[in-house]
């Protein structure tokens, strides 16, 4: 399924197709990109109790000011409270690629995260929340499902074999299920 234009006008019927789709092929696991706790919140206002793993990944903190978290405290307690996990931690295909390229100019993840952006900047943040989930034993190494997005909100979904971060090409995206036909 496609979107026509990316943004977070998507992110409600994203999240409709994946929550359908996790329920048809009884997948557990759901990995969710959240910046500043948007899309959390579309999934605690109508997903929380589904009886589904759901792990919602943010910025690391000073991510984008130094010591800041972009992330809403408040939707974190909430989503905690409700059983939904939240994962605050370095991203895998930025943080060590940023400082190495202020020091260098060149970084391998920036050959890694801009081959993945071939294919949509939301598959790219896919991949990577799902390392960081398998990183944090949030969710196992299995099929799971990754939802993301370009900028803001979700409009990316895809099946992703989980793995940890130090074996990142044994993740494997098995199936896209929604992203934009533009990026």
Known sequence: MYHEKPGIKNTEKTLEVVFQYAKRRD???IVI????????????????????NIVVV??????SEEGYQEF??????????????????TMVLRSLGTAIRELTGYSEQDLV??????FSQ???VCVEIVAMAADSGLIPFSDVIAIAGTGKGADTACVIRANSS???FKIKVREIIIKPKEF
């Open 72 to 89: 809403s405290e408040d939707i974190r307690r909430r989503l905690i409270k409700s059983g939904i996990k939240v994962l605050t931690g």
């Open 33 to 52: 990109a959240s910046t500043t706790g948007y899309t959390a919140e579309k999934v605690l206002e109508k997903y929380a109790n589904e009886g589904l």
């Open 113 to 118: 995260a801009n081959t993945l952006r071939m």
């Open 166 to 168: 130090n074996r990142l």
């Open 27 to 29: 997948i557990k696991n």
């Open 122 to 124: 939301g598959i790219k």
């Open 58 to 63: 943010t910025h690391n903190t000073g991510f």
